[in-house]
């Protein structure tokens, strides 16, 4: 880029198995190959050391040695995309993510960690090198000048004519549409593609009037009974194709009676139903109606995502905003 990115710190997800090839070439008390290059080339020394070195574990916390099972792979992706999930909670962070080395499972699931988490500024990258370059243990990157490099049948190679290329890959980010819920807790792999998918699907509510429960695109929707009440009703009148509410519109029926025989046949007369009823003896004011539709939008939001939540909410329509 014009100008470069250059990072200030370079963490490393591997397993057992990878420890050591990581410690061999980049830990400052072995060939640190990473100070070499920035000597090399008058970078800035980015952070690394061996708390940035992230070890694949299971479940329990034990470490993997390798990603080979159909369970290493599914407690490879949970701890990678938690990986993802914590650098992409700083918004002062800006996370350049590498596809190169590692299982190719493991680079489909950071790849795929980042495209559900990452933001404007996080990057995708892959490294393109000839592979006579890429596994040769003895080749890091080529230098400013003229090194021979000995390969295993005795033949060699100058190290500084070598081709290396930074491919740049483009990425769906689909953050916008994951629930607040899952981008703050610790949700598998699986379990934030199946809330992802959601997002694609046609918009499905479930309302379970004795239980007075209600779902949204396969989400769990709790609030407060006032709001949920409200919210219901506006389902109802949406259903029968009644039109949208305004707080100086009459109707046969008075809005808010309207509201509180939906609010009795959820939550019944006890409770909070008096002070309600109280509190609309004068009818429905127009603050009153805003307040329900903001609080309401807020828990859609944080529930959905901001982008799925989109289909569910109260909108406004036309010149005299009604809902």
């Known amino acids: 880029g014009d100008p470069p990115w250059l ?22 008390d072995a060939a640190n190959q990473l100070g070499k ?29 390798d990603v080979r099972t159909a369970t290493d792979n599914s407690h490879a992706a949970d701890f990678i995309s938690r990986i993802v999930r914590q650098f992409t909670a700083d918004e002062h962070c800006s996370l350049h993510v590498s596809l190169s080395g590692g299982r190719r499972t493991m680079t489909y ?26 596994f040769n243990v003895d080749f890091f990157y080529p230098p400013p000048r003229s090194v021979w ?30 629930p607040a819920p899952l981008l703050q807790g610790n949700a598998s792999f699986s379990e934030t593609i199946t ?19 209600l779902t949204c695109g396969g989400i769990a929707i709790t ?9 219901v009703w506006m ?16 109707e ?19 409770g909070n139903y008096e002070v309600i009823k109280r509190t609309l003896s004068k009818g429905m004011s127009k603050a009153w109606l805003e307040e329900r539709k903001s609080h309401i939008n807020k828990i859609l939001t944080q529930l959905l995502g901001t982008a799925r939540a989109q289909e569910y909410l109260l909108h406004s329509h036309g010149k005299r905003p009604r809902m």
């Open 7 to 28: 990072p200030t710190a370079i963490h490393v997800i591997t397993t057992q198995g990878g420890l050591k090839h990581v410690r061999a070439g980049l830990c400052a």
């Open 223 to 231: 609030m407060p009974p006032i709001q949920f009440a409200f919210y």
């Open 235 to 250: 389902l109802q009148r949406c259903l029968h194709n009644q039109p949208p509410i305004h707080w100086t519109d009459q």
């Open 37 to 65: 290059l920035c000597q090399d080339y008058a970078l800035p020394m980015p952070c690394f050391c061996e708390a940035h070195i992230h070890l694949i574990t299971d479940a329990t916390g034990k470490v993997l040695d």
């Open 149 to 178: 490099v000995v390969r295993n049948d005795g033949t060699g190679f100058d190290a500084s004519i070598v081709e290396v290329t930074l491919a740049e890959i483009p990425f769906l980010r689909l953050r916008e549409g994951l």
């Open 252 to 270: 046969e029926t008075p809005f808010e009676q309207q509201f509180l025989k939906i609010y009795q046949q959820l939550f019944g007369t006890n």
């Open 195 to 213: 809330a992802t998918q959601q997002h694609f699907n046609p918009p499905e509510v479930i309302l379970n009037w004795q239980q007075a429960s």
């Open 109 to 134: 699931y950071i790849g795929y960690a980042l495209s559900l988490f990452g933001r404007v500024q996080d990057r995708l990258s892959h490294v393109v090198v000839d592979s006579e370059y890429f």
